[in-house]
């Protein structure tokens, strides 16, 4: 090795705290790999190879925790806070006015964002007197969904996130092969016992903010909720 190998790259280190465990652990500024492997992604316009650039990136650049074992919503509140420090603490969105729908630029402050989470989400939904279900955070950036239809997309969305079912005093741990299974069960629910599952999903924490502006072309007073990674990438 030459004297140029001998040469170590200081690292700017961080704090934070991933979301849904309060862990602490340290995050680091993107480098140029990083920067790499997201432009190729974002280059290519698949949203499947895009989300799997962001979370390689974000196993380079945060220790402390298993990467594997985050939720969706870790990952975007760990990519923000990394972009942050990154890029910089702020981000300009375009949103249309709801009134003449004109686009209007917005200043976001990443440093801000925090997970939302609903007082009323749970993870164990009660199906009947004798059914519960244990869900799990789905990893949205590596479930790889193949079906066609809308409603068998939404089967494989709940199977992935199933942990285990509780049944009479029989605890059942959920694992690749009850796919079928976990189907037929979906499939013999009523409406009101299907809501109480759909109700896991859309109360799960998230990225959230709350933006005001005042339109540049009509002056109509506009408030936005926004929610999700993409709402606060330029």
Known sequence: MGA????KISKFEYEEKVPSTGKRVTITPF???DEKVLLEASQSEDVKHMQRAMKQVINNCVEGADVSELASFDMDYLFIKIRSRSVGETSEIGIKCKECEAMNKITVNLDDLEVYKNPEHTRRVKIQDDLMFEMKYPDTYEMDITSESQADQIFEV??????KVYYGEEIIDVDAGDKEDVFTMLNQMNK???????TFFETM???KKDVTFTCGSCNKENEYELEGLQSFLS
């Open 4 to 7: 140029l190998g001998n040469i």
């Open 31 to 33: 480098r140029v790999g």
């Open 158 to 163: 709940i199977f992935h996130s199933l942990d």
């Open 192 to 198: 009101d016992q299907f809501a109480k599952v759909q």
């Open 205 to 207: 924490p998230k990225l």
